[in-house]
C-alpha cells in the first residue's frame, strides 16, 4: 500500500491549493471560541467580529499571495474541465442562497472571508496573471 505524500513532497502549485483550503477552515474555527467569547461578553457580534476579520484577511492574503509568488511558471497544473464544473454550480448555489430569505442574523464577515477565500482558490485552478482583458 502506497503511503500519503508529505507535505515537503507536495508539488508547489498542490501545496498552494491545501494551504489556501487549511487556513480558510482553520479560520472558520478560529471564528467559532471568539463568537463564542463575545456573546458571553454580551456584545454585538456584528460589531465585534470586524476585529476578528480584518487581521487574520491581512494574514491570510499576505501568505497566500506569498505562496503563490513562489510558484513558478513551469510548475502550474492546466486545470481539468471538471473544476470548471464545480466552481459554476458553487456560484449558483451561492445566488441561491443570498436569494433566500433569512430569519438568521448572518455574518458579514464570514460571507467576505469566503469570498476571499473563492478567489485564492479559483486562482489555483486558472492563473489569474494570465487573463489578458485587452488583446
Known amino acids: 500500500m502506497k503511503g500519503f505524500k508529505k507535505h515537503?513532497?507536495?508539488e508547489p502549485h498542490h501545496r498552494y491549493q491545501l494551504e489556501v483550503i487549511f487556513l480558510f477552515f482553520a479560520s472558520l474555527l478560529l471564528l467559532l471560541p471568539y463568537y463564542l467569547?463575545?456573546?458571553?461578553?454580551?456584545?454585538?457580534?456584528?460589531?465585534?467580529?470586524?476585529?476578528?476579520?480584518?487581521?487574520?484577511?491581512?494574514?491570510?492574503?499576505?501568505?497566500s499571495l506569498k505562496i503563490r509568488k513562489d510558484i513558478k511558471e513551469s510548475?502550474?497544473?492546466n486545470p481539468l474541465k471538471r473544476p470548471i464544473i464545480h466552481w459554476a454550480l458553487l456560484g449558483i448555489v451561492i445566488v441561491l442562497l443570498h436569494l433566500q430569505p433569512s430569519t438568521l442574523?448572518?455574518?458579514q464577515s464570514v460571507d467576505l472571508?469566503?469570498?476571499?477565500?473563492?478567489i485564492f482558490l479559483a486562482d489555483s485552478y486558472w492563473d489569474f496573471k494570465k487573463i489578458q482583458l485587452f488583446k
Not at 456584545?43 to 484577511?57: C, G, N, S, T
Not at 472571508?113 to 473563492?118: G, H, T
Request: glycine share 0%.
Open 37 to 63: 467569547i463575545m456573546e458571553e461578553m454580551l456584545v454585538d457580534m456584528h460589531i465585534w467580529q470586524w476585529y476578528f476579520f480584518w487581521p487574520w484577511l491581512i494574514f491570510y492574503t499576505i501568505y
Open 105 to 107: 442574523n448572518r455574518l
Open 75 to 77: 510548475e502550474r497544473i
Open 113 to 118: 472571508m469566503f469570498v476571499i477565500f473563492s
Open 8 to 10: 515537503k513532497d507536495l
